[in-house]
């Protein structure tokens, strides 16, 4: 017997046929009792007889008989959400197509994709269904185009978005969007500054200590102040901030501590998506920042929002700051830069 389904929280529609049974039809209003609640006997009595209608309608339109004006009202909006449901998913695939391209190249550095991945390559069934039981209740456009830019980066890379990001997704109301926005241009990589001019520069633009208990509440910041990003003796760090790309080197000798706020995996995931806009006085307070800690700094503009590969990052032209340089590196400079350290990803 073949069988469709179509479901939400709490509503089912269901069809089929075989040669014994012939055609088959349901509807069912399911665990109403649960999304309704017992918080009164009358609520209670609505769900009894919401159910009662639609097992009502459900044998008529089995038997082929014609449905009470209640019945045909009940059934008239079940078959609307569904459509809703169905055109929602059509501008979703739709938008994911356009933007597959980009989150191919934007998730994944060029060294490691090779050949062209398959479009209708398969994410995990678990992790679509959630995807599809909120995305399909999605009205805003804008909301729209971030759920096809994810399922887009899910097909292109299975695995790079977590069920925490499409929890913090599903939860994201207009207001903490909003500071989001705010958040995805003034980050450091993975962090915020927490210290110095950059956290009074963060905080006039708007994410002050409410707005980060907002972003914190929210599963996007972590919010706290014994937060340290730690960068070991000998490593280095590419960063990005806002269009350009940061580099910290550090001496042989030399562990690096900075004081931050650390964004969550959920915040890493989402922004990897997000288009941003560079803001070059916030960029021209958080070089000096920076060097403050006995850091190397550099920075570069890359081609591409995509990741780089190492052999990528070198073929940059990378510019040594130095305090002497006003105008934030007039000079550029390539591998061993003065003071000590490497200028070399």
């Not at 980009?102 to 062209?116: I, N, Y």
């Not at 209740?137 to 909301?143: N, Q, V």
């Not at 030399?254 to 989402?270: D, I, M």
């Not at 307070?285 to 190397?296: Q, T, Y």
């Amino acid at each position: 017997m073949s069988n469709e389904k179509k479901k939400d929280d709490s509503l089912e529609l269901s069809a089929g046929y075989s040669p014994e049974g012939g055609a088959q039809a349901k509807v069912r209003i399911g665990s109403v009792q649960r999304v309704l609640g017992f918080a009164s006997p009358e609520r209670a009595a609505r769900a009894e007889l919401t159910n009662a209608l639609a097992n009502s309608a459900s044998r008529k339109l089995a038997e082929g008989k014609e449905l009470t004006e209640p019945e045909d009202a009940l059934v008239g909006y079940l078959l609307r959400k569904e459509l809703e449901a169905l055109r929602r998913r059509a501008d979703i695939e739709e938008s994911a197509e356009a933007a597959f391209p980009l989150m191919r190249k934007r998730l994944l550095p060029p060294a490691v994709t090779t050949g062209e991945p398959d479009k209708t390559q398969q994410a995990d069934g678990d992790w679509l269904r959630r995807f599809w039981a909120d995305a399909e209740l999605i009205d805003d456009e804008a909301m729209r185009e971030i759920y096809a830019r994810i399922l887009a980066g899910e097909r292109a890379h299975p695995g790079s978005f977590s069920r925490a990001a499409l929890a913090v997704l599903r939860d994201l109301d207009a207001g903490v969007a909003r500071l989001f926005a705010i958040l995805r241009n003034l980050a450091i990589g993975p962090f915020l500054p927490r210290t110095g001019e950059p956290k009074q520069y963060i905080e006039d633009m708007g994410l002050d200590f409410g707005a980060r208990m907002q972003l914190a509440d929210a599963g996007l910041l972590r919010d706290k102040e014994d937060v340290t990003y730690v960068i070991e003796a000998g490593e280095n760090r590419v960063f990005r901030c806002g269009e350009k790309l940061l580099f910290f080197g550090t001496e042989e000798k030399q562990t690096l501590v900075f004081e931050c706020y650390s964004l969550t995996t959920a915040a890493n995931e989402l922004l990897a998506i997000a288009d941003v806009k560079h803001d070059e006085k916030y960029f021209e307070l958080v070089l000096p920042w920076i060097a403050g800690h006995g850091c190397v700094v550099g920075w570069a503009v890359p081609p591409t929002p995509a990741p780089l590969s190492g052999d990528d990052l070198r073929r940059l032209e990378w510019i040594e700051w130095t305090p002497s340089s006003p105008d934030r590196g007039s000079t550029p400079k390539q591998g061993e830069p003065e003071g000590g350290g490497s200028l070399d990803p």
